[in-house]
Structure formats: C-alpha cells, structure tokens
C-alpha cells in the first residue's frame, strides 16, 4: 500500500473535518472598526474593469519602474521579474565545483546560513560584462548537483495605503485594547517598523537586519500594527528592504529565516510575493520539515494570475482577502495555495504619522491568520503545528464550496461577525 506522506494525511483529515461541520466556533478576535472606503477602494469592490485591471497590473508596473530606476543594480530575469544584477545563489555545491568556479572568474561575496536547518548559501558575484542569465545556464549545466538560481527580489504584497483616518493622533490610551492574552511569539519578515507608535505599547518588538539602523516603513508598519491588534505580541520584526533598491533579496530573506530559527520563532509572517526561486523553497521546505509555520500572503495580481511565492510553494499558509462583507478581494489571486481567507479590506493600521490608515490588500490579511496560528505554539514542533492548521481549519466560516475551495481555501477566520 502507498504510504501517504505525513502533511497529505492532515490535509485530507481536515478536508474531511472542514466538508462535515456544518456549524463550527468560530475564534474571535478583538475587531478593528470599518471605514469609509476611498474611491479607488469602492471601485474595486464594485469591480469596475479599468480599476481591476490597474490592480493586477500593479506589481509589474512597480517593477518595471524599479528596473528602469536602479539599471546598474537590478535587471530582469527572462520572465521580467527583478533580479539582483551580476549575483548568483548557489547551495550544495561541492568543495571541487566551488574551486572551479573561483578558477573561472567567480568571487564568492558573500554567505548566509541557517543553522538550525542545515542550510548554506552562497552569494555568486559574475565577472563584469557578462550576461546574468547566460552564467545561470552554464552552472546549472556544468554543475547540475548543486542548486543555483537568480537572487530576485521580492515586493510587498498590500496595494496601499489608501486614506488618513481623520481624528486626534493615536494614544496607546485612546483606542479598544485586545482581550487579555497570553504573549504570542510571531517573527515577521518585510519592511521595517515604527516601534514608536502608540499601537505597539502593549507589544514587545525585537529587531533585526539593516546594521542595527531603523527604516521604518508604511507597509511593515501597518502589517506589524495588525499583529498587535490581534493579540498581546511579541513581534520578532526583520527588516529585509533597508530603504534599499536592491531589498527584498532571496538571499535577504534566507538571512532573516536564519535569524527567526536562531530564536526559535515557530509562527513567521512574510507579506511578501515574487517568483519561484529554487534556492528560497529549499530554505522554506527544511524551515517546514522542522516544525515552523511560514504564514504569506497569496498576492494581489488578480484571479487569472499565475501563482506567486512564497505562498505558493508546498506547506505555507497562503492567505486571501476578504472586505466587510466576505466578500474575497477582487484583486486576491486565487488557486490551491490559499488555505485561509482573513480580512484585508476595512481594515486600519498604524501609519508613519502615528495615526491610522486604511489598507486593502492580501498583505493586511495574513497577520491575522499568523497571530491565530502562533497563539497554541511557543516552539518549532512539526505535530503541533499540523494540529494548530486542524484546529484553525475547524474553526474557519465556509465562504465557498464545501471543504477546501480554490478561492477561500478552508474559510474565514479572524472575523468578529459570526
């Protein structure tokens, strides 16, 4: 008999569990107010096409603008995503390839691990002039028991921050405090963060990256701020953009999972979305295989759009949006990677003026499925978090077809409204 693989089995058990409970308890969670909706927002929502298809054109537009800005320092890969331009990623190669490759003009640059996974990469600088994807090509066939691919760079997943809320500055006194908790541990991986403002008062914020310098940023702020909201939190915050043109790397990001695996942070936020890239999924997979829980968002390029990563890759949580009326965002991708569906429109978050804003996007709904899912596990356990996704998949409100759906995967959760 065929031996069904560990995650295959939880899987179908939940299916089984999700398709037969026709009532369940839903988790409920302190519920941040709705807002009135800007025009672009309310254009989305009624779906006007020339907004849709603006939406879905979004991100390319953001890279090609990020190309067109930065041409000495990033360039397109042959599907026009960005790329660092002149570096290579390359693991598992052999002491006797890595010394032909020196011999060939190669200069290793620089080197990320992550110890507790066993994982080594190394950061290939190409000699000058010559053509990144041409060199790829050639080490793959020169050495093809090594792992090699582009160091691409990823983006932020959330569409905007559309509207100022309108009022006095924000008080850590002034606004609807979560219920009373025990501290979550969540890492998150994205921009950087203003600790300073008033909703991260009752949160503890570690962070990494950048050479101990801060740059905060609106995305990450808003993200992290949703975090908090949803529980007393102890934010493992790693900021992989810097300010920098060139942030959001892979080789970036696999420094900051080694820094969340040295603190052994079991639950890891990434609202981030970029291509495939063969050197991230291995790092994702060992991380997996090892009892963590990457929690992403699916991406805003529309329905049609082809999977973006890393929610994508096998085992992460990929996370949909839903507005005010659960209804799945316009604009969310759809297909088998989304597992939950979470509010992300209606929603405020922090700004960089220590006021609130309203956000919309994919980006803005995956913390709420982090902060549940971090809550039942203090530590990296492959079993536990295998029941923390049974337990949340129980829990979740069926928006679509019975059991996992393409579009709302097992359900919503993280709503007030029964």
């Known amino acids: 008999m065929e031996r069904i693989p560990p995650m295959r089995r939880f899987l179908l058990l939940a299916l089984a569990l999700a398709a037969a409970s026709a009532a369940r308890a ?21 779906g006007e096409p020339t907004v849709l298809d603006s939406a879905s054109d979004l991100r390319h537009e953001r890279i090609k603008r990020l190309i067109r800005d930065n041409r000495k320092l990033i360039e397109a890969d042959p599907n026009g995503e960005p790329i660092v331009r002149g570096e ?24 990320r691990t992550i110890a507790g996974a066993d994982f080594r990469l190394l950061v290939l600088k190409t000699a000058p002039g010559t053509a990144t994807q041409k060199v790829l090509r050639e080490l793959r066939s020169a050495d093809p028991n090594g792992l090699y691919d ?15 809320i309108q009022g006095a500055p924000a008080s850590a006194t002034g606004r609807s405090e979560p219920a009373p908790a025990p501290r979550i541990r969540v890492g998150l991986i994205d921009t950087g963060i203003d600790t300073t403002h008033p909703a991260f008062g009752e949160s ?47 080789d970036d990001l696999i420094a900051a999972l080694g820094w969340l695996v040295d603190e052994r942070v079991a639950v890891i936020n990434v609202s981030l979305v970029g291509p495939r890239n063969a050197l991230l999924e291995r790092a994702v997979h060992s991380l997996i295989e090892r009892g963590y829980l990457l929690v992403a ?5 529309g329905p049609a759009a082809p999977p973006l990563y890393p929610a994508a890759y096998p085992d992460v949580v990929g996370v949909t949006g839903v507005d005010a009326h659960r209804r799945v965002l316009l604009e969310a991708e759809r297909g088998p990677q989304v597992m939950f569906a979470a509010p992300g429109a209606d929603l405020e978050a922090a700004d960089l003026k220590h006021r609130y804003a309203a956000v919309r996007g994919t980006s803005y709904a995956a913390p709420t499925v982090a902060a549940l899912l971090a809550g039942p596990l203090s530590s990296p356990d492959r079993e536990a978090a295998l029941a923390a996704i049974d337990r949340l998949a129980q829990s979740a409100i069926h928006l679509g077809a019975p059991g996992r759906d393409l579009t709302y995967g097992f359900g919503l ?3 007030a409204d029964r």
């Open 204 to 250: 503890l914020v570690h962070g990494w990256g950048c050479g101990g310098t801060q740059h905060p940023d609106a995305h990450g702020t808003a993200v992290a701020s949703l975090l908090a909201a949803h529980a007393a939190a102890e934010i493992y915050a790693a900021d992989v953009f810097c300010g920098l043109p060139t942030g959001g790397s892979v």
């Open 88 to 111: 290579i990623l390359a693991s598992g190669v052999s002491d006797e390839a890595l010394a032909r490759l020196r011999a060939s003009g190669f200069a290793v640059d620089r080197e």
């Open 26 to 46: 839903q988790i409920r969670l302190p519920s941040l107010p709705r807002l009135p909706l800007p025009a672009v927002t309310q254009a989305l929502n009624q």
């Open 413 to 415: 959760v993280g709503s």
């Open 150 to 164: 582009y160091n691409h760079i990823y983006l932020t997943s959330g569409l905007a921050t559309f509207a100022q």
């Open 297 to 301: 968002a699916v991406g805003n390029d």
